[in-house]
């Protein structure tokens, strides 16, 4: 059984790395998500409404986010290459760990694909799927009980030595480690 995981927050432009993160809030609408805010930590009645209060709060920051940066958001052919990736990442990460994989399905060499990611969002290819994958890791850790095992396999790694390894040279720590700091 695998956890509900669709990844929607990619979709929210500011939630795409690479991206400038800060708004610039009017003060109606300082008002507005603050209001929304209040009313999410106050609701403990229903589940339901609470996770609908959420959904209402990131519809509305990205609402904003849009209006204030989407005039401004690239449409040259790099920073396309970079949302495609970011789009083919989101998809593939499970299955597809190397750089040439991407790159191939852009149509640029895996050094351009490179190049191009390092302007854009500071990070080469590779360290941005290290970076995702990662995430993604941290993600299953400390929200699901599934076992290491299981998390390793979810994410497409084939030996739960290897995936370890991987984890601990990135982070410092291993993936039991980083669970148990979260207790």
């Known amino acids: 059984k695998h956890p509900f995981h669709n990844n929607f927050l990619i979709e929210y432009g500011i939630f795409r790395s690479g991206i400038n993160h800060t708004i610039q809030l009017t003060v109606s ?7 929304l805010l209040e009313l999410i930590k106050n609701e403990d009645s229903d589940g339901r409404i609470k996770q609908g209060l959420v959904f209402s709060y990131l519809e509305f920051i990205n609402f ?19 949302n495609d990736f970011n789009k083919l990442l989101n998809t593939y990460y499970q299955e597809q760990k190397e750089v040439s994989f991407y790159a191939e399905k852009l149509n640029v060499s895996p050094k351009n694909l ?3 990611l390092k302007d854009s969002i ?6 941005a799927i290290d970076e995702f994958l990662l995430m993604e890791a941290k993600s299953l850790l400390s929200q699901t009980a599934l076992e290491i095992k299981e998390i390793v396999f979810w994410l497409g790694f084939e030996d739960p ?8 040279q990135r982070t ?3 993936p039991i480690s980083y669970r148990q700091q979260l207790k």
């Open 172 to 174: 410092g720590i291993t």
């Open 114 to 116: 490179s190049e191009i």
């Open 122 to 127: 500071g990070r080469t290819a590779k360290q």
């Open 29 to 35: 609408e300082y008002k507005y998500a603050t209001s």
């Open 64 to 82: 904003v986010y849009l209006r204030h940066w989407g005039k401004s958001i690239s449409s040259n052919k790099n920073q396309n290459i970079t």
């Open 161 to 168: 030595s290897y995936f370890t390894k991987y984890f601990k």
